[in-house]
């Protein structure tokens, strides 16, 4: 579900001067004010640490990092 246009995008008041930021969370929207910040998101099992870049605005933070994992047949033996 979106979040109404009224409210304007979600952003966290931490201290945005040093070059990391700590622990995102998903649903937090990319602006201009931290692009070329670093940052790790909770995949559900681990971090991920994503770097924004200026193609990401606009965009929720949860969208670059993925939840599941991709699958993979398991491969057959061959019988003697």
């Not at 966290?12 to 670093?38: A, C, H, M």
């Not at 933070?61 to 033996?77: A, C, D, I, W």
Request: hydrophobic share 30%.
């Amino acid at each position: 579900m979106k979040r109404s246009r009224w409210k304007g995008p979600f952003i966290n008041n931490n201290n945005k001067s040093s070059n990391k930021l700590p622990l995102l969370p998903r649903n937090f929207e990319i602006t201009s004010n931290v692009v070329g910040l670093t940052g790790n998101v909770y995949s559900g099992k681990k971090l991920v640490k994503i770097s924004l870049t200026d193609e990401m605005i606009g965009h929720k933070v949860g969208e670059f990092s993925p939840t599941r994992e991709k699958f993979v047949f398991k491969k057959k033996k061959k019988k003697a």
